[in-house]
């Protein structure tokens, strides 16, 4: 089973709301990722954990706060965003084995618009 | 820092014709290299990966890549193209940490 999972799959959301985006795996995979991919673009690397704690934040406005609170799941909890920030957001995983690169297995992503 | 350069945005070609979509890469250590295929609205689907060992790597869907080292590439080839091969395609480069970076992406269309 190579599968992530992500929820919801579509999502509209207000400046003022607070929002979460959910990715699960079962795979025993203990890195997992978010990354932003805009229209036409490619992904861009937003978070990574390893093992549960966060290793790479790239510069990512606080109003995105991500939570791994086991190895299977990974929360990005939205807040006050703008409308730029609307996007299609991906989660991946991966083994997690230190110092050795890995396939990253994406899911289906949440397509995020902000109002 | 890695970075990818995918140089064609968009090609085109016809049904049952021959594939192939450029991928230079820029690292200054052992690169780990990787295609994905998007289909519009989706998640991102591995084609194949490079980490070491034969420079031919045969992937899903009947692609293969060739690494060559000298001219920092790693293109995707397809003998025959079919009309569900339409889609995005990106170039990824990693680093042992784990921070991958995605080339711009390719869109192929494929006339009937």
């Known amino acids: 089973d190579t599968e992530v999972t992500q929820t919801p799959k579509h999502l509209v959301m207000g400046m003022t709301n607070k929002k979460s985006l959910k990715c699960e795996q079962h795979m025993g995979h203990r890195a997992m990722y978010w990354y932003k991919q805009k229209a036409k673009k490619p992904p861009e690397l937003m978070f990574v954990y390893s093992y549960e704690k966060l290793s790479i934040n790239e510069s990512v406005p606080s109003r995105f706060s991500p939570e791994c609170p086991n190895s299977s799941l990974l929360n990005l909890h939205l807040h006050a965003l703008q409308p730029e920030d609307s996007a299609l957001y991906l989660c991946?995983?991966?083994?997690?084995?230190?110092?050795?690169?890995?396939?990253?297995?994406f899911g289906p992503g949440t397509r995020l618009l902000v109002l | 820092a890695q970075s990818v350069t995918q140089p064609d945005i968009h090609i085109t070609v016809s049904e049952g014709a021959s594939l192939e979509l450029r991928c230079n890469y820029s690292?200054?250590?052992?690169?780990?290299l990787f295609w994905y295929v998007q289909s519009p609205g989706q998640g991102l689907q591995l084609l194949l990966k490079y980490f070491s060992g034969d420079t031919l790597v045969q992937g899903i869907k009947g692609f293969e890549a060739e690494f060559k080292r000298s001219q920092s590439s790693f293109n995707l080839r397809k003998p025959s193209v079919h009309w569900s091969d339409a889609a995005e395609y990106f170039c990824?480069?990693?680093?042992?940490?784990?921070?991958?970076?995605f080339g711009a992406g390719t869109r192929l269309t494929v006339k009937p």
């Open positions: 690292y200054g250590a052992t690169p780990y």
């Open positions: 991946a995983s991966s083994q997690g084995t230190m110092g050795r690169q890995e396939t990253q297995y």
């Open positions: 990824a480069v990693g680093a042992l940490n784990n921070d991958m970076r």
